[in-house]
């Protein structure tokens, strides 16, 4: 079982930057890949970013590449994600997920293949 608690979530004006935390507990021996997907009011849970197990591979959404910027501290067992240029849009509750993996080069973009989940985050940009 690995627990999963997020924070830096807050109100910023757009063009303003957060930096988001994922701090893992428990289980944290296995192996994870790890990931953060945002769902805004009366929308689905969408992928934003990824962390392959052991980071060999990282993958964004087109909407954030080149402005976020995942990656993870397996020694202090983190997760994070800095957010730059943020938009209206992207106001959303930020969730990270966890899944257990062997396999250093799988990529999970879908909320329904990650086993663990926090309780998220919210994240509001005003215009």
């Known amino acids: 079982q690995v627990h999963l608690v997020e924070s830096g979530g807050a109100l910023v004006q757009a063009g303003g930057s957060l930096r988001l935390s994922c701090a893992a507990s428990?289980?944290?021996?296995?192996?994870?890949?790890m990931g953060w997907f945002r769902q805004g009011p009366g929308k689905e849970r969408e992928f934003v970013a990824l962390v392959s197990w052991r980071g060999p591979i990282i993958e964004y959404r087109d909407s954030v590449r080149g402005r976020f910027t995942v990656s993870r501290d397996d020694a202090k067992n983190i997760l994070y994600l800095q957010m730059n240029s943020l938009r209206p849009e992207d106001t959303a509750v930020y969730l990270c997920?966890?899944?257990?993996?062997?396999?250093?080069?799988?990529?999970?973009?879908?909320?329904?293949?990650?086993?663990?989940w926090g309780q998220g985050t919210q994240v509001t940009v005003s215009s």
């Open positions: 997920a966890a899944v257990r993996t062997s396999n250093p080069y799988y990529t999970y973009r879908q909320p329904s293949e990650y086993d663990y």
């Open positions: 428990g289980r944290t021996d296995t192996s994870y890949a």
